[in-house]
């Protein structure tokens, strides 16, 4: 059974410090989505990580994935109050199986301070 | 449509009660996921459909919970004799490729919020 865990689980930062979320998984997997949720909202695509190495980036946002370690980061540049939401990790269960659905972390929320 | 649709946004029940949640996916989507998003958690995965049929359902926690996509395009999760512990924000997504297919992007609703009182 796939198995993925996030952390923090909570992260409060002050505004232009740097961080990094991590995300592991518990099986062989090529695929990982980061996703944004703002409170009452529903979740956003962020990023689309679909090989070894693979590295995006989107303003203060960096994602990368190591498929051999199964660590995937989020790494935050700068922070600014806007960043505030929670982050979850997802991890597609298709590689070399069945299934296609996606399996969550718990998120992790981020809190930017002035 | 332009997103995916769920209706309806809030529903608040009583023990017992049966429930439908409709979802509208965003059309030409094949792929329809249901999941489940309690306080502070993560989704938990419910049902996943390709077209008209369930690829994997082995996310409903048990025969109370049911859900159909009859044409393959909208679907409706059935919930028999709700209890208090189903209260959650249900969720679905749809995507345009499914399983195996390189990016399985899923694009969520807005949720339906159930109060089971």
């Known amino acids: 059974e796939l198995k993925v865990e996030q952390n923090p689980l909570f992260l409060s930062m002050q505004e232009g410090k740097n961080y990094t979320i991590y995300c592991n998984y518990s099986t062989t997997s090529d695929r990982l989505y980061w996703y944004r949720q703002d409170p009452g909202k529903s979740l956003e695509s962020l990023f689309v990580l679909l090989s070894n190495g693979a590295v995006k980036q989107e303003g203060r946002l960096m994602a990368s994935l190591d498929t051999k370690a199964r660590l995937s980061t989020l790494h935050i540049t700068a922070a600014v109050h806007d960043l505030s939401a929670t982050y979850f990790c997802?991890?597609?269960?298709?590689?070399?199986?069945?299934?296609?659905?996606?399996?969550f972390g718990k998120g992790t929320k981020l809190s930017v301070k002035p | 449509g332009a997103g995916v649709s769920q209706t309806p946004s809030n529903k608040v029940t009583e023990k017992g009660k049966y429930v439908e949640l409709r979802c509208d996916p965003i059309s030409g989507h094949t792929a329809l996921y249901w999941y489940r998003q309690s306080l502070g958690q993560g989704p938990e995965f419910l049902i996943y459909?390709?077209?008209?049929?369930?690829?994997?359902d082995s996310g409903l926690p048990n025969d109370r919970f049911f859900a159909v996509r009859p044409e393959g395009s909208v679907s409706t999760l059935k919930i028999q004799r709700t209890e208090r512990g189903d209260s959650a924000v249900y969720l679905c997504?749809?995507?345009?490729?499914?399983?195996?297919?390189?990016?399985?992007?899923?694009?969520f609703g807005a949720g339906s919020r159930l109060t089971v009182l």
């Open positions: 459909f390709q077209g008209t049929g369930a690829a994997d």
């Open positions: 997504a749809s995507s345009a490729t499914g399983a195996r297919s390189g990016a399985n992007v899923l694009t």
């Open positions: 997802a991890v597609d269960e298709a590689y070399g199986g069945s299934q296609g659905n996606l399996i």
